[in-house]
T-cell receptor, first 115, second 115 residues
């Protein structure tokens, strides 16, 4: 499983765009990049998943450069409710290809949004 | 469609007692994962089960811990003769049958406190 490295913590003011970068130098060809969000006392919540270039949904964007050795989660105009821990995971999500997300979440990035 | 259900949400046990944690996956999901999270740490994979089968238990402690996912009923994580070091949040996740991405959906967790 590819190891990931993220900043331990980040602070941002309300209304700003936040970019959290994750390094995964050993990513494999079949691996996808998945981001989860976890609020205190809750289970992680899926945010976004991608393989290459850019993926966007109603919550966030995910930017993946051509070499795929890193990825950036972009949260537009954060609010206080975005204060949470964000986890970057790398793995093969397609079980019919023999893979499954047997993952160990790292310590994640603790985002604190400041009013 | 109800999400992943876990009960109890909080469980207090004295050293030496048994703890039983239950997880009901999302409707239509036949794959269950259990994770453990210590304070200020990320989630650590424990076990991956399909109905009536343990697929991967490489993250489970060798003693006192067991898991099952019977044909009928919830998945159970059982901890015998609990010790203080077992105090943690235990999260269950589920995913759909093979054929699609293995996006995992997490329950709210069970917080185990061992006195």
């Amino acid at each position: 499983l590819a190891k990931t490295t993220q900043p331990i913590s980040m602070d941002s003011y309300e209304g700003q765009e936040v970019n959290i970068t994750c390094s995964h130098n050993n990513i494999a060809t079949n691996d996808y990049i998945t981001w989860y969000q976890q609020f205190p006392s809750q289970g992680p919540r899926f945010i976004i998943q991608g393989y290459k270039t850019k993926v966007t949904n109603e919550v966030a964007s995910l930017f993946i450069p051509a070499d795929r050795k890193s990825s950036t989660l972009s949260l537009p105009r954060v609010s206080l409710s975005d204060t949470a821990v964000y986890y970057c995971l790398v793995g093969d999500p397609f079980r019919n290809s023999g893979g499954y997300q047997k993952v160990t979440f790292g310590t994640g990035t603790k985002l604190q949004v400041i009013p | 469609n109800a999400g992943v259900m876990q009960n109890p949400r909080h469980l207090v046990r004295r050293r030496g007692q048994e703890a039983r944690l239950r997880c009901s996956p999302m409707k239509g999901h036949s794959h269950v994962y259990w994770y453990r999270q210590l304070p200020e740490e990320g989630l650590k994979f424990m076990v991956y089960l399909q109905k009536e089968n343990i697929i991967d238990e490489s993250g489970m402690p060798k003693e006192r811990f067991s898991a099952e996912f019977p044909k009928e009923g919830p998945s159970i994580l059982r901890i015998q003769q609990v010790v203080r070091g077992d105090s943690a949040a235990y999260f269950c996740a589920s995913s759909p049958p093979a054929g699609g991405t293995d996006t995992q959906y997490f329950g709210p967790g069970t917080r185990l406190t061992v006195l």
